[in-house]
């Protein structure tokens, strides 16, 4: 017990000195900065290039959603999941120990060029988040943690980032064994993780894009707004247009769903209109009980 409180307070004490650190000391691998830079860029895109004329640029819960977005990138982690999750990864390592199993590589990727291991994790954990949300939209119970995300009125960039904070325990906890099998390193996943951030502000900003004939591999706004309206399609109880970074999930296994071009499509979900609108109510809201 004594290895694991250590490693609980070595954690808790490491990552408040990360940040502090990441804080104070701008570099090309510093996660604030470049969360900073890449929402700076597309806010900047959303005031230029803006798709619905009409939506304020201080759109509805502008500020509750950018809340969300260093809520749950930096201060879910700074008071206590990434001292837990690293007692939770010990634990789990420690268990695979006993039983003979001292790694989990299956899969080196480690000699693959650069550019081809980052091709290999991008597609790979895509493909996995993929397959998480569909279980968000299909499970009761996650499905109540799921609608904080899609209480979302007026998309705009930050609004990726509106999720409770147990979907980053679901996402962490249901990825760590596949990706935990493929070596990848820490570099590979700092240059994946920025372009996912990248690829999503961009799918819920105020922008008419869709790429063109790429909209069949990429994930974009006009596809992903979709995902958010108010009126499923029938035949389509769970939602769709699943992905996040790619289209082409949707598109492979029937879930894709673009009828039209409408920028103002009504978004939310049935019974919305009672759901709270304020960060502590929504974080409560999925434990009560009917």
């Known amino acids: 017990m004594e290895k694991y409180v250590d490693v609980f307070i070595n954690s808790f004490n490491g990552y408040a000195s990360y940040l502090w650190k990441e804080i104070m000391n701008p570099s090309w691998t510093n996660y ?3 969360l900073l830079a890449v929402s700076v860029l597309v806010f900047a895109l959303e005031i230029w290039l803006p798709w619905r004329k009409n ?3 201080m759109r509805k819960d502008f500020w509750l959603d950018l809340f969300y977005l260093f809520f749950n990138f930096f201060l879910f982690s700074l008071i206590g999941y990434n001292a837990v999750s690293d007692v939770f990864v010990e634990l789990f390592n420690d268990g695979l120990a006993s039983i003979g199993i001292t790694n989990l590589v299956a899969i080196e990727v480690s000699s693959f060029p ?4 980052l091709l290999i994790m991008f597609v790979i954990a895509d493909f996995i988040q ?9 499970v009761p119970f996650l499905w109540e943690f799921h609608k904080v995300h899609h209480s979302v009125k007026e998309m705009g960039f930050a609004a990726q980032f509106r999720f409770h904070f147990m979907e980053t325990i679901v996402y962490k906890a249901l990825q760590y064994l596949p990706l935990a099998m ?11 993780h920025m372009i996912a951030v990248l690829i999503g502000h961009l799918n819920h900003a105020n922008l008419n894009w869709d790429y063109g004939p790429f909209k069949y591999i990429l994930n974009n706004p006009k596809m992903h707004l979709w995902h958010h309206a108010r009126k499923l399609p029938e035949g389509a109880k769970y939602g769709v247009n699943y992905g996040l970074s790619l289209s082409v999930w949707d598109y492979l296994f029937g879930t894709a769903h673009i009828p039209y071009h409408q920028a103002e499509l009504e978004l939310g979900f049935p019974g919305d ?5 304020d960060f502590g109510s929504q974080l409560l809201e999925p434990f009560k009980k009917d």
């Open 32 to 34: 604030f900065y470049w």
């Open 55 to 57: 939506q304020k640029v």
């Open 114 to 117: 650069f550019w081809v291991q």
């Open 130 to 138: 993929w397959n998480i949300h569909r279980l968000l939209h299909r």
């Open 182 to 192: 493929i070596g990848f390193g820490i570099n590979q996943f700092i240059v994946i």
């Open 273 to 277: 209109e009672d759901y709270p609108d």
